[in-house]
């Protein structure tokens, strides 16, 4: 797959992206665009499946804390009980008792809308990070995970060992309009279809493209 390729590649995502619900990355942007909620649901989603992230959130946790305030007075036991059973759910929840604080010591108060500033936070690593900006900002950022990973690389369009070597790479090859959907449209297309083993090549619409066929 070479840069030229990347509009149709890209087309056909956004094609096959609509015939199938929306990942949990695509999910935040769902709650009501705020970027308090947004920040929350996507650090809980961190190796959690996409339909318990949702479900807790939505259910168990956002009917009772919907401000920073609100997490700085629930005690860290009541936290761990309002996300229960996301993965890690007491590493998680710590991260949220301590993000007030943080967010009010390194930002007074608000929600900082670049990547580098969001790192900074407890619990907030690259990939949550670009979506944050992306989802909460609506500014151009580029979230990887380990199906965007993957699949660029099947693809031949990029040559990276590491999800950070990704990102760099396509912040160099991918045009920037492209950014807020190739993480969405490539993480749908890799839960059904591009998976890590056994991957369901007959019919696939990329075929053409890929290295691993």
């Known amino acids: 797959m070479k840069k030229s390729d990347i509009p149709p590649v890209a087309k056909i ?24 909620k947004i920040l929350i649901a996507t650090i809980l989603s961190a190796r959690t499946k996409d339909s318990m992230t949702a479900k807790v ?13 609100d997490l700085r007075k629930t005690p860290l036991k009541q936290i761990e009980k ?17 993000l007030p604080d943080a967010v009010d010591t390194l930002f007074g108060g608000e ?8 790192c900074q936070l407890p619990g907030v690593g690259r990939k949550t990070a670009n979506l944050v900006v992306a989802q909460a900002f609506k500014k151009p950022a580029i979230c990887v995970d380990v199906h965007v990973h993957r699949i660029c690389n099947r693809l031949g369009l990029i040559a990276t060992k590491t999800p950070f070597e990704t990102e760099m790479a396509l ?9 807020i959907m190739w993480n969405g449209s490539l993480v749908s297309f890799g839960q059904r279809r591009c998976l890590p083993r056994n991957p369901k090549c007959e019919g696939c619409p990329l075929r053409r493209w890929c290295h691993a066929v």
């Not at 094609?15 to 929306?22: D, M, Q, R, S, T």
């Not at 959130?57 to 305030?69: I, R």
């Not at 996301?86 to 301590?98: D, E, I, T």
């Open 13 to 36: 995502l956004a094609a096959e992206f609509k015939k199938y619900p929306a990942p949990i990355v695509d999910f935040p942007a769902t709650q009501e665009e705020k970027p308090f």
């Open 57 to 69: 959130v939505q259910t168990q946790l956002f009917p009772k804390v919907q401000s920073f305030d």
């Open 82 to 98: 309002l996300i229960f059973p996301v993965g890690f759910f007491r590493q998680k929840a710590l991260y949220l008792k301590q």
């Open 111 to 118: 929600i900082p809308d670049t990547v580098e500033e969001l």
């Open 171 to 179: 912040r160099e090859i991918l045009p920037v309009k492209y950014w």
